[in-house]
């Protein structure tokens, strides 16, 4: 396929196939993008339109809840009030059929007793909404916060659903779902209750009496009618028997839509008359029951149904627009891009006074100029070559010339050192040679690393032209392993260090200045130290506080020449060289000679002890 479009394309100029890219490359992702747009809408607004449903039905789940909350609240309160529970035992043993001569202090402690238990029920029920709170002892006493003309507590022992409180232990409760409202004063306005009953029970879990809190319907139908809309919403107790509904005649009736609805907390699409229903559900706690709530899918979805759509309108029309746009870019883009061909075509042919002129401030332009800027710098580059040749024979022929003058010297010296030993003088001859070996290493400066063989010959020559200088012979020791003398380390690293030695340990007097070198563990060590005047601490302690510091800390001056370079420069060239693996100590007492150690470790950083 990829193969037969391009031959389809080779024939044709570039600009047809830009044109014909960007179409295809328009075209098709918007064609794509309608379908996948239609599919995906669809589904979104599906899980959108759930989504709010969810989000309305809790909140109305929420304020049911906090109903059945405030009623629960009243009947633990009863239960767990440890004065109320004492005067209510201690009530629920009177026989009430039983004539008793009445004693005034009793009458009046069962008047308190009545007034102080009237009072916590008037209290509990005081704040949120109103609530309906019978306390029925097993005798028959009882105890309300409304007037018994209002509804004869006895008459809730022959409630269908009262034998089952029998069977109620501890925290258990029985639900009652709405039942025909009792209450005389009531009837009217609110035709339908909801009551949650309790038993009372004391340490022998023998019943003493009952609790039964009551609402109106009328409570739970002000949720449904808080959320907007033309929609359907019911609560269902356990046995899906409807509770609660905006419609009255509803309540009492079994749910219809029961065998459409999956599984507990199914939330989605059912057919009821072959149009589509948007069904959620909320579990209401404590209770097993459950809020429902079912609205027209169309209804549902309107409002982001209209906002899709005029999502989708747009994107069409700027589509459109675009393709249009795009399409005349394309044609202007690709005009100077012909012309460039052109020139490029004529370039190819050997002109190259040719240029595209073209000077526009785009990627265009830019290449144009940088083409254009090209052929110039080609044949700028044509006569350049000629004289780079020349300067480079220039330059070549001064870096010979440079060279003559330290070669004449050298050969002068040799020249000078075989005369002196054709006369006998060998010692001098020695000398010469000593001083013609150091000026070569100091002038030859490509050398920058030198083998410790070189190293150590260097410093034989030092001391030897050293002694020449003053009266007394300085004498050095060299022990130095094989395997050390193959170390490779920069030139002129143990001479600073001996000079230093010579001039402030000896004090340019007679001495021993010893030089060890061994490999130890794959550790390069080298060792100088001179039994010399030494220094105390205190100097000690300054000259390794400030070792680092880029100058001469031993001798305190800035020579000139090979002998300048000091023992702070030695370690900064170390550590340049070798980094965190290079280490130096110095150890000194005064009149006890000064030792400089120096350490080179392959395996790491190397700890300043």
Same mark, same amino acid.
């Given at each position: 396929?990829?193969?037969?479009?391009?031959?389809?394309?080779?024939?044709?100029?570039?600009?047809?196939?830009?044109?014909?890219?960007?179409?295809?490359?328009?075209?098709?992702?918007?064609?794509?993008?309608?379908?996948?747009?239609?599919?995906?809408?669809?589904?979104?607004?599906?899980?959108?339109?759930?989504?709010?449903?969810?989000?309305?039905?809790?909140?109305?789940?929420?304020?049911?809840?906090?109903?059945?909350?405030?009623?629960?609240?009243?009947?633990?309160?009863?239960?767990?009030?440890?004065?109320?529970?004492?005067?209510?035992?201690?009530?629920?043993?009177?026989?009430?059929?039983?004539?008793?001569?009445?004693?005034?202090? =009793?009458?009046?402690?069962?008047?308190?007793?009545?007034?102080?238990?009237?009072?916590?029920?008037?209290?509990?029920?005081?704040?949120?909404?109103?609530?309906? @709170?019978?306390? /029925?002892?097993?005798?028959?006493?009882?105890?309300?916060?409304?007037?018994?003309?209002?509804?004869?507590?006895?008459?809730?022992?022959?409630?269908?659903?009262?034998?089952? /409180?029998?069977?109620?232990?501890?925290?258990?409760?029985?639900?009652?779902?709405?039942?025909?409202?009792?209450?005389?004063?009531?009837?009217?306005?609110?035709?339908?209750?909801?009551?949650?009953?309790?038993?009372?029970?004391?340490?022998?879990?023998?019943?003493?009496?009952?609790?039964?809190?009551?609402?109106?319907?009328?409570?739970?139908?002000?949720?449904?009618?808080?959320?907007?809309?033309?929609? =359907?919403?019911?609560?269902?107790?356990?046995?899906?028997?409807?509770?609660?509904?905006?419609?009255?005649?509803?309540?009492?009736?079994?749910?219809?839509?029961?065998?459409?609805?999956?599984?507990?907390?199914?939330?989605?699409? *059912?057919?009821?008359?072959?149009?589509?229903?948007?069904?959620?559900?909320?579990?209401?706690?404590? %209770? $097993?029951?459950?809020?429902?709530?079912?609205?027209?899918?169309?209804?549902?979805?309107?409002? *982001?149904?209209?906002?899709?759509?005029?999502?989708?309108?747009?994107?069409?029309?700027?589509?459109?627009?675009?393709?249009?746009?795009?399409?005349?870019?394309?044609?202007?883009?690709?005009?100077?891009?012909?012309?460039?061909?052109?020139? !490029?075509?004529?370039?190819?042919?050997?002109?190259?006074?040719?240029?595209?002129?073209?000077?526009?401030?785009?990627?265009?332009?830019?290449?144009?100029?940088?083409?254009?800027?090209?052929?110039?710098?080609?044949?700028?580059? *044509?006569?350049?070559?000629?004289? %780079?040749?020349?300067?480079?024979?220039?330059?070549?022929?001064?870096?010979?010339? !440079?060279?003559?003058?330290?070669?004449?010297?050298?050969?002068?010296?040799?020249? *000078?050192?075989?005369?002196?030993?054709?006369?006998?003088?060998?010692?001098?001859?020695?000398?010469?040679?000593? /001083?013609?070996?150091?000026?070569?290493?100091?002038?030859?400066?490509?050398?920058?690393?030198?083998?410790?063989?070189?190293?150590?010959?260097?410093?034989?020559?030092? @001391?030897?032209?050293?002694?020449?200088?003053?009266?007394?012979?300085?004498?050095?020791?060299?022990?130095?392993?094989?395997?050390?003398?193959?170390?490779?380390?920069?030139?002129?690293?143990?001479?600073?260090?001996?000079?230093?030695?010579?001039?402030? $340990?000896?004090?340019?007097?007679?001495?021993?200045?010893?030089?060890?070198?061994?490999?130890?563990?794959?550790?390069?060590?080298?060792?100088?130290?001179?039994?010399?005047?030494?220094?105390?601490?205190?100097?000690?302690?300054?000259?390794?506080?400030?070792?680092?510091?880029?100058?001469?800390?031993?001798?305190?001056?800035?020579?000139? $020449?090979?002998?300048?370079?000091?023992?702070?420069?030695?370690?900064?060239?170390?550590?340049?060289?070798?980094?965190?693996?290079?280490?130096?100590?110095?150890?000194?007492?005064?009149?006890?000679?000064?030792? @400089?150690?120096?350490?080179?470790?392959?395996?790491?950083?190397?700890?300043?002890?």
């Amino acid at each position: 396929m990829w193969n037969w479009i391009q031959q389809k394309l080779t024939p044709h100029s570039f600009r047809f196939k830009v044109i014909l890219t960007s179409v295809i490359c328009i075209v098709i992702p918007a064609i794509l993008t309608l379908f996948i747009n239609s599919y995906l809408t669809k589904d979104a607004m599906k899980e959108q339109a759930i989504s709010n449903a969810d989000r309305e039905l809790k909140l109305a789940g929420e304020y049911v809840s906090k109903l059945f909350e405030d009623m629960l609240y009243a009947a633990n309160y009863i239960q767990l009030d440890s004065e109320i529970s004492t005067i209510l035992k201690k009530n629920a043993n009177i026989d009430l059929n039983q004539d008793k001569i009445t004693i005034p202090n =009793e009458q009046y402690q069962e008047y308190m007793e009545y007034s102080k238990v009237a009072k916590t029920i008037e209290n509990i029920t005081l704040l949120g909404e109103k609530s309906y @709170v019978t306390i /029925l002892l097993k005798n028959g006493k009882h105890y309300t916060n409304y007037p018994i003309d209002d509804y004869q507590p006895e008459q809730l022992f022959q409630e269908s659903w009262f034998k089952e /409180l029998d069977g109620v232990y501890g925290y258990e409760t029985i639900w009652i779902g709405s039942q025909p409202t009792v209450f005389k004063s009531e009837q009217t306005l609110n035709p339908y209750q909801i009551s949650v009953a309790r038993t009372l029970r004391d340490s022998n879990l023998k019943i003493y009496g009952y609790v039964i809190v009551t609402i109106m319907e009328n409570k739970i139908k002000q949720a449904f009618e808080s959320i907007p809309g033309n929609r =359907e919403m019911l609560l269902i107790d356990g046995s899906n028997h409807i509770i609660s509904h905006r419609e009255d005649d509803q309540i009492g009736h079994s749910f219809p839509y029961l065998e459409q609805v999956q599984n507990e907390g199914f939330s989605n699409i *059912i057919d009821i008359s072959n149009e589509n229903y948007l069904y959620a559900e909320h579990s209401i706690p404590y %209770t $097993g029951w459950k809020l429902i709530s079912i609205v027209p899918y169309k209804q549902a979805i309107s409002k *982001i149904n209209s906002i899709f759509d005029r999502v989708f309108f747009a994107q069409v029309i700027s589509f459109i627009l675009f393709f249009l746009l795009l399409t005349s870019i394309m044609q202007t883009i690709t005009r100077p891009l012909v012309h460039l061909g052109n020139v !490029a075509t004529t370039v190819q042919g050997g002109n190259l006074e040719v240029r595209t002129n073209i000077r526009s401030k785009d990627e265009i332009g830019r290449l144009s100029n940088s083409f254009d800027q090209m052929l110039d710098r080609i044949n700028e580059m *044509i006569k350049e070559i000629t004289d %780079t040749q020349a300067r480079k024979r220039k330059a070549e022929f001064a870096m010979l010339q !440079a060279q003559i003058n330290p070669h004449f010297l050298f050969n002068v010296l040799n020249s *000078i050192r075989m005369k002196v030993m054709r006369k006998g003088d060998y010692e001098s001859a020695e000398m010469i040679s000593s /001083l013609s070996k150091l000026l070569r290493m100091t002038i030859d400066k490509d050398k920058g690393m030198i083998s410790f063989q070189e190293e150590v010959d260097i410093v034989k020559d030092f @001391v030897k032209l050293m002694n020449m200088r003053q009266k007394e012979k300085v004498q050095l020791e060299v022990n130095v392993s094989r395997a050390a003398y193959c170390e490779i380390i920069p030139r002129f690293i143990l001479q600073p260090i001996i000079e230093n030695s010579m001039i402030h $340990g000896l004090n340019q007097s007679a001495g021993i200045i010893s030089l060890e070198a061994y490999v130890n563990n794959n550790d390069f060590v080298i060792i100088v130290e001179d039994n010399g005047q030494g220094m105390n601490q205190e100097v000690l302690g300054v000259l390794r506080k400030n070792l680092t510091i880029k100058t001469d800390l031993l001798d305190g001056k800035n020579k000139k $020449g090979f002998s300048s370079l000091g023992v702070s420069n030695v370690y900064e060239r170390m550590r340049m060289t070798f980094g965190e693996a290079f280490n130096m100590e110095v150890h000194s007492n005064e009149g006890s000679g000064t030792k @400089v150690s120096m350490y080179i470790s392959r395996g790491g950083k190397r700890p300043n002890v």
